[in-house]
């Protein structure tokens, strides 16, 4: 809540602050000018830093790598360009931070070290949501592929409706040939 008080309400005033300041050191007309001359630099280059951004995603991915890197340059891109397009000196600046590769390398490497950690990868992501609850709850950790033991594998705890890997009864049943030759009926 005082993130979107600071954003919509904060920011505001202050970016009309710095505008009328400045419009009374240098003129409206010039004051109109820059903001104008912002918004078409940021949009050439929110285009061209996007387009370079798209082509380093598509490279990872046919260089078969996780794209991390990219899609947060990207994310960075995005920012930086709504900031450019917004009327003001300040969130010009901050446009300007993100979209130029340099400063926005540090900042990249800032949020991925803040986020690192807070981002589950690999096999082992599967497991994190509801898995790794009902283990905490039962007193342990199930290990990665392993059910915990308040599954109901075992006759304890919920009763599980089809089979391990099936989310919340979603799978179809298909029969084996073992079934269809024992003529079981279709579940």
Same mark, same amino acid.
């Given at each position: 809540?005082?993130?979107?008080?600071?954003?919509?309400?904060?920011?505001?005033?202050?970016?009309?602050?710095?505008?009328?300041?400045?419009?009374?050191?240098?003129?409206?007309?010039?004051?109109?000018?820059?903001?104008?001359?912002?918004?078409?630099?940021?949009?050439?280059?929110?285009?061209?830093?996007?387009?370079?951004?798209?082509?380093?995603?598509?490279?990872?991915?046919?260089?078969?790598?996780?794209?991390?890197?990219?899609?947060l340059d990207g994310v960075?891109?995005?920012?930086?360009?709504?900031?450019?397009?917004?009327? %003001?000196?300040?969130? +010009? $600046?901050? &446009?300007?931070?993100?979209? !130029?590769?340099?400063?926005?390398? =540090?900042? /990249? #490497?800032?949020?991925?070290?803040?986020?690192?950690?807070?981002?589950?990868?690999?096999?082992?992501?599967?497991?994190?949501?509801?898995?790794?609850?009902?283990?905490?709850?039962?007193?342990?950790?199930?290990?990665?592929?392993?059910?915990?033991?308040?599954?109901?594998?075992?006759?304890?705890?919920?009763?599980?409706? %089809?089979?391990?890997? +099936? $989310?919340? &009864?979603?799978?179809?049943? !298909?029969?084996?040939?073992?079934? =269809?030759? /024992? #003529?079981?009926?279709?579940?």
């Amino acid at each position: 809540m005082p993130l979107l008080i600071l954003l919509f309400i904060v920011v505001p005033v202050v970016e009309l602050y710095v505008i009328i300041q400045v419009g009374q050191a240098i003129g409206v007309i010039p004051t109109l000018a820059i903001l104008i001359a912002d918004a078409l630099l940021g949009s050439f280059l929110l285009r061209q830093q996007g387009r370079a951004a798209w082509i380093r995603f598509n490279r990872a991915l046919a260089e078969n790598r996780i794209p991390g890197r990219e899609v947060l340059d990207g994310v960075l891109i995005i920012f930086g360009g709504a900031f450019l397009l917004t009327p %003001g000196f300040l969130t +010009d $600046i901050v &446009g300007l931070v993100l979209l !130029i590769p340099p400063t926005r390398t =540090l900042i /990249r #490497g800032g949020i991925a070290r803040m986020l690192k950690g807070r981002v589950a990868m690999g096999p082992r992501a599967s497991h994190w949501g509801y898995t790794r609850m009902r283990s905490r709850r039962a007193g342990r950790r199930a290990a990665p592929g392993e059910p915990p033991p308040d599954w109901g594998w075992a006759g304890e705890g919920p009763p599980v409706t %089809g089979r391990p890997g +099936d $989310i919340e &009864g979603t799978a179809h049943e !298909i029969r084996d040939e073992d079934e =269809l030759k /024992r #003529g079981e009926p279709e579940r």
